[in-house]
T-cell receptor, first 114, second 116 residues
Framework: NAGVTQTPKFRILKIGQSMTLQCTQD?????MYWYRQDPGMGLKLIYY???????DKGEVPNGYNVSRSTTEDFPLRLELAAPSQTSVYFC?????????????FGPGTRLTVL | AQSVSQHNHHVILSEAASLELGCNYS??????LFWYVQYPGQHLQLLLK??????LVKGIKGFEAEFIKSKFSFNLRKPSVQWSDTAEYFC??????????????FGAGTRLAVHP
């Protein structure tokens, strides 16, 4: 049981390039989330999904897209990378959307846009 | 807007010292409260959480936190820290509002360094 896995661990992009951050969970969780963490700041929600085929915007969705074709996978797409997207990205999952639910996090992807 | 404040961004302690990390939130309704921890090179993981009942919550590795509703606080404590407690600690709040999803609001985190 690997939990939540993310690839890659590190990436450097040039301005204007695109990439996809991969996230997979093997816990059969319905809910999945993408967060970004900027230095000295808390995690901010980019997008979330309540199940396969259903996604919605979080607090900071601009410049990102997501899809959820299966329960296990929740990739995050960056189109036209900008320096403001330099951050650490965390994927997480939870069994349901309950307010007391624990979220389970992946190891993070450190992205630098130059 | 709802927010979470962690007042100490960096804390340095010697082993066996006592620890208290502050966390305050701004939301007047029912809340669920969490402390997550990220050890060096590891995933963010749950340390403890409060959602109802006894406001003194015990978590893993000897940590505890007390929910004081009147002070909008959920401070994390440990009576005697160890070198292995070196990590970054995040307080998070999930307001109990209808709307369907588990909206965690995170504080900025506190980096704890414990010296032998």
């Amino acid at each position: 049981n690997a939990g939540v896995t993310q690839t890659p661990k590190f990436r450097i992009l040039k301005i204007g390039q695109s990439m996809t951050l991969q996230c997979t969970q093997d816990m059969n969780h319905n809910y999945m989330y993408w967060y970004r963490q900027d230095p000295g700041m808390g995690l901010k929600l980019i997008y979330y999904s309540v199940g396969a085929g259903i996604t919605d915007k979080g607090e900071v969705p601009n410049g990102y897209n997501v899809s959820r074709s299966t329960t296990e996978d929740f990739p995050l797409r960056l189109e036209l990378a900008a320096p403001s997207q330099t951050s650490v990205y965390f994927c997480a999952s939870s069994p349901s959307g309950g307010a007391a639910d624990t979220q389970y996090f992946g190891p993070g992807t450190r992205l630098t846009v130059l | 807007a709802q927010s979470v404040s962690q007042h100490n961004h960096h804390v340095i302690l010697s082993e066996a010292a006592s620890l208290e990390l502050g966390c305050n939130y701004s939301y007047g309704g029912t809340v669920n409260l969490f402390w997550y921890v990220q050890y060096p090179g590891q995933h963010l993981q749950l340390l403890l959480k409060y959602f109802s009942g006894d406001p003194l919550v015990k978590g893993i590795k000897g940590f505890e936190a007390e929910f004081i509703k009147s002070k909008f606080s959920f401070n994390l404590r440990k009576p005697s820290v160890q070198w292995s407690d070196t990590a970054e600690y995040f307080c998070a709040v999930n307001p109990s509002v209808s709307g369907g999803y588990n909206k965690l609001i995170f504080g900025a985190g506190t980096r704890l360094a414990v010296h032998p």
